[in-house]
């Protein structure tokens, strides 16, 4: 099965920073990989679907980049809404599957 | 507005099964393809299950198979898993949620209900 790694794990970061978290694929997958923002006590919500493009409602100060194996999601501004848990999904087959997540707090 | 409603969690004792639902309003239910995904407490989320619109098509994760049963009333507009000879590391909080395209086999999930907590324990 595809497996997924993100990096870094955890960041510390002010708001305005831009931050840039890296998911990479164990094999090609085209653009077949969204991203989630997951608070504390809620639901995950998709930020980006197909590698990169940005779901409705969401802000365009996030970003997702890449195709194949290596994919980024950036944040241009950090907002203070912003601090949560990111996670990347693979969909180019089954099992679906998501990256460990990456923790964004305040530094 | 798309909602997905999730029920049927509880505190079950090891070996035990327990029948989850999940009611979905604001949409087209029985177009759109679903999946249960849940996540263990602290940890990170987990796909273990996927039904097509139409029923035909049915994935489990290697950690679920041969345990758990994923089905769906496009009548009733509702999703449910079936989930048999449970074990603690089958404890978590369980989400339903939705593919983003209609008919979709691959995409990501666009819309998620707010999940049903599962405890397995003596």
């Known amino acids: 099965a595809i497996q997924l790694t993100q990096s870094p794990s955890a960041l510390s970061a002010s708001v305005g920073d831009r931050v840039t978290i890296t998911c990479r694929a164990s094999q090609g997958i085209n653009s077949g990989l969204g991203w989630y923002q997951q608070k504390p006590g809620r639901s995950p919500k998709l930020l980006i679907y197909?590698?990169?493009n940005l779901a409705s409602g969401v802000p365009s100060r996030f970003s997702g980049s890449g195709s194949g194996t290596e994919f980024t999601l950036t944040i241009s501004s950090l907002q203070p809404e912003d601090f949560a848990t990111y996670y990347c999904?693979?969909?180019?087959?089954?099992?679906?599957?998501f990256g460990p997540g990456t923790i964004v707090d305040i530094k | 507005e798309a909602q997905l409603v999730e029920s049927g969690g509880d505190l079950v004792q090891p070996g035990g099964s327990l029948r989850l639902s999940c009611a979905a309003s604001?949409?087209?239910?029985?177009?759109?393809?679903m999946v249960w995904v849940r996540q263990a407490p602290g940890k990170g989320l987990e796909w273990i299950s996927y039904i097509g619109s139409s029923t035909t098509t049915i994935f489990y994760a290697d950690s679920v198979k041969g345990r758990f049963s994923i089905s769906r009333d496009n009548a009733k507009n509702s999703l449910y898993l079936q989930m048999d000879s449970l074990t603690a590391e089958d404890t978590a909080l369980y989400y339903c949620?939705?593919?983003?395209?209609?008919?979709?086999?691959?995409?990501?999930?666009?819309?998620w209900g707010q999940g049903t907590m599962v405890s397995v324990s003596s």
């Open positions: 949620a939705r593919l983003q395209a209609p008919s979709a086999m691959w995409d990501v999930f666009d819309v």
């Open positions: 999904q693979q969909f180019n087959g089954y099992p679906f599957i």
């Open positions: 604001g949409f087209t239910f029985r177009f759109y393809s």
């Open positions: 197909d590698a990169s």
